[in-house]
């Protein structure tokens, strides 16, 4: 009984998964892929929610940038019933098409707007309280100067 436990758990082992039973493994195995696609639906969420916000923002430009060139156009008709019923089509659909994608921004679950985190200030620690040990500059010598002189014994 003591060497099937010591075959699991050696000391000697980099990795507490390097000793782990087969289910273990497999749990392990099923959460990373968990977590690698809940990664790849949060990211099509937000892909999703830029293309809608956009298209919303794009439409409602459009509606706004078309009202004074058709008010131009609908002044100098002259009372031509054609250009004036044409006018207020497409006064009609482009103000229907900045409604609609106004209303699919809305409909967008607010799940998918993901709001950045709150700004927070970083944790200083106190500086320490001791002094570094200094290292002082080894002497350097002058490449001109002259040997020491002394006896050849090294007494």
Known sequence: MFDTILRFFRPHRSSPWDSAPPWALELKHMQERILRKEDQQMSAQDDLNNAVVALAAGYGSLHTAILPVLQVIADNANGNSVITQAVANIQAVTGKMADDA?????AVPAATTVSPPPA????VQDPPSITPPSIDPPTVTDPAATPPTGDASGS
């Open 102 to 106: 106004a209303a699919l921004t809305a």
């Open 120 to 123: 927070s200030q970083p944790v």
